[in-house]
């Protein structure tokens, strides 16, 4: 596709079950951020490939949280064991190679545990 | 303390009316700054993104302007419209990792009628 594509869009899950959320950026971009939004907060910074390597993942809340990036494409976050408190809405984002280059971003997956 | 800080936090105006938002921030030696629009329940869309040797730039109704000796921005909106109401995020790179995108916490602006 033309844009950064997150799914799933929305998902529920119950308090302690693992879950994954995918990213697929724009073809060709090669750093790829994550960031969790939590409703009426601003964007809170997660970690973000360079590559298919995670030069920063200083934003990992808690080693419950890990993402991978394979190709240089894709990438998925995974939490383990969920919490209430990581309810938010887990936004993707791309860029392409030089420093004064647009970061686009995906519409987000918006995350509930119950 | 945020490295880079919004205000107001939020702002309500009427339709056809001009408002500002601004932007400070810490972050040294800069690289660029960019403004963001998001709205409920959607990814942020960038509107501009400016480097240190650009005073202004526009994007329709929208001018960002930076002052780097000062490190403050702002984003001025001219004739309101019903479909601004969004928040608006500044967004700073620094020299030392223009890779790092340093998200302020937005404003929060809504349009009446």
């Known amino acids: 596709g033309a844009g950064v594509s997150q799914s799933p869009s929305n998902k529920v899950t119950e308090k302690g079950k693992d879950v994954e959320l995918r990213c697929d950026p724009i073809?060709?971009?090669?750093?790829l951020y994550w960031y969790r939004q939590s409703l009426g907060q601003g964007l809170e910074f997660l970690i973000y490939?360079?590559?298919?390597?995670?030069?920063?993942k200083s934003g990992l809340p808690s080693d419950r949280f890990s993402a991978e990036r394979t190709g240089g494409s894709v990438s998925t976050l995974t939490i383990q064991r969920t919490q209430q408190e990581d309810s938010a809405v887990y936004l993707c984002?791309?860029?392409?190679?030089?420093?004064?280059?647009?970061?686009?971003f995906g519409q987000g997956t918006r995350l509930t545990v119950v | 303390k945020n490295q880079v800080e919004q205000s107001p936090q939020s702002l309500i105006i009427l339709e056809g009316k001009n408002c500002t938002l601004q932007c400070n921030y810490t972050v040294s030696p800069f690289s660029n700054l960019r403004w963001y629009k998001q709205d409920t329940g959607r990814g942020p869309v960038s509107l501009t993104i400016?480097?240190?040797?650009?005073n202004t730039k526009s994007n329709g109704r929208y001018t960002a302007t930076l002052d780097a000796d000062t490190k403050q921005s702002s984003l001025h909106i001219t004739a309101s419209q019903l479909s601004d109401s969004a928040s608006y995020i500044c967004?700073?790179?620094?020299?030392?990792?223009?890779?790092?995108?340093?998200f302020g916490t937005g404003t929060r602006l809504q349009v009446f009628p």
């Open positions: 400016m480097t240190f040797s650009e």
């Open positions: 073809s060709g971009h090669t750093a």
């Open positions: 967004v700073v790179s620094a020299q030392y990792n223009t890779d790092k995108l340093i």
């Open positions: 490939f360079q590559g298919n390597s995670a030069p920063d």
């Open positions: 984002a791309s860029r392409g190679q030089g420093k004064n280059t647009e970061a686009f």
